[in-house]
């Protein structure tokens, strides 16, 4: 289901609410919101963007005009916004092909990058939390970075 504009502005509060200072949201949206702008489901939080990672997912999918290969994962941190002794992964490119391996989820999303994303901002057994989980590929690749999974899903 696709969440509404007052919905992800509440998850996105709701998710600054429990960040550690200095906590990351890997933020995944498509090509028209990356281009109309997320500024606005910023409000009221102290998330600012840091980064953006696009994702070539290999395939060739729909699309009116272009058809669609990418997906783009903007990063996002609570104050106190810093890079030193947090981001901890120097070898993550800004564009990353990666195949879908979680297959039956029309959403899912690269469980490699998540691993290699959440493992450059977090240690092992520390809780990575996905709260709109779909195919659960952050469950998968929390896991094999030794971090803690809390997350769910509308549909289970
Ligand atoms: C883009 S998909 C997530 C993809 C996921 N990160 C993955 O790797 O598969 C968005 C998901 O949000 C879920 N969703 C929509 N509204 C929700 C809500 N209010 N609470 C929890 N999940 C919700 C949908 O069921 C859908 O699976």
Request: with cysteine; glycine share 10%.
């Given at each position: 289901?696709?969440?509404s ?5 509440r998850f ?29 489901w910023?409000?009221e ?10 994702w070539?997912?290999?395939?060739f999918?729909?699309g ?5 290969r990418?997906?783009?994962c903007?990063?996002l941190?609570r ?5 030193k002794?947090?981001?901890t ?6 564009v990353?092909?990666e195949?879908?391996?979680q297959?039956?989820h ?5 469980v ?5 994303l ?21 469950l ?13 899903d509308?549909n289970g």
């Amino acid at each position: 289901m696709q969440m509404s504009e007052d919905i992800i502005g509440r998850f996105i509060r709701g998710i600054d609410r429990v960040l550690i200072p200095s906590g990351h949201l890997f933020l995944w949206v498509d090509k028209f919101h990356l281009c109309q702008g997320i500024g606005n489901w910023l409000d009221e939080t102290s998330l600012s963007i840091v980064d953006l990672v696009t994702w070539d997912k290999d395939t060739f999918g729909m699309g009116y005009r272009t058809r669609r290969r990418g997906e783009y994962c903007i990063v996002l941190q609570r104050e106190p916004r810093k890079a030193k002794g947090v981001w901890t992964a120097h070898n993550i490119p800004d564009v990353v092909r990666e195949k879908i391996t979680q297959r039956g989820h029309t959403h899912a999303k690269p469980v490699g990058l998540q691993g290699d994303l959440l493992s450059a901002v977090s240690n092992e057994g520390d809780y990575v939390i996905d709260p709109a989980a779909g195919s659960f590929s952050v469950l998968t690749a929390a896991e094999s970075h030794g971090r803690t999974f809390l997350g769910c899903d509308l549909n289970g």
